[in-house]
């Protein structure tokens, strides 16, 4: 199980955008004794919610509220967001759609 830590940054996402933090993978070795290094390594799916942004507007201009909450673990789309270097640490910047599910 990998350690993470809250932190606090300062990005704050816009609309119905959240901050995540991939969790780190544990080293992948092979039965030969072969370590597969991280640029091989397919993008992990488990995240961690750093930042929410101010919400989605509905059709009346009412803020929906989110389903997530900051220090949530998550599951998150392959392919979604766009990453964001902050302080040598990279982030992940995804719609509250892109996040598939919250791991209890």
Same mark, same amino acid.
């Given at each position: 199980?990998? /350690?993470?830590?809250?932190?606090? !940054?300062?990005?704050?996402? %816009?609309?119905?955008?959240?901050?995540?933090?991939?969790?780190? #993978?544990?080293?992948?070795?092979?039965?030969?004794?072969?370590?597969?290094? $991280?640029? #091989?390594?397919?993008?992990?799916?488990? #995240?961690?919610?750093? #930042? %929410?942004?101010?919400?989605?507007? $509905?059709?009346?201009? /009412?803020?929906?509220?989110?389903?997530?909450? !900051?220090?949530? /673990?998550?599951?998150?789309?392959?392919?979604?967001?766009?990453?964001?270097? %902050?302080?040598?640490?990279?982030?992940?910047?995804?719609?509250? $759609?892109d996040i598939l599910a919250v791991i209890s």
């Amino acid at each position: 199980m990998s /350690k993470t830590k809250t932190v606090s !940054v300062s990005i704050k996402p %816009l609309g119905d955008r959240v901050l995540i933090k991939h969790l780190e #993978a544990e080293d992948e070795q092979t039965q030969g004794g072969i370590i597969i290094p $991280d640029t #091989a390594k397919e993008k992990p799916q488990e #995240a961690e919610v750093v #930042a %929410l942004g101010t919400g989605k507007k $509905d059709e009346d201009g /009412k803020v929906q509220s989110f389903d997530v909450k !900051v220090g949530d /673990k998550v599951i998150v789309s392959k392919y979604g967001g766009t990453e964001v270097k %902050l302080d040598g640490e990279k982030y992940l910047l995804v719609r509250e $759609d892109d996040i598939l599910a919250v791991i209890s």
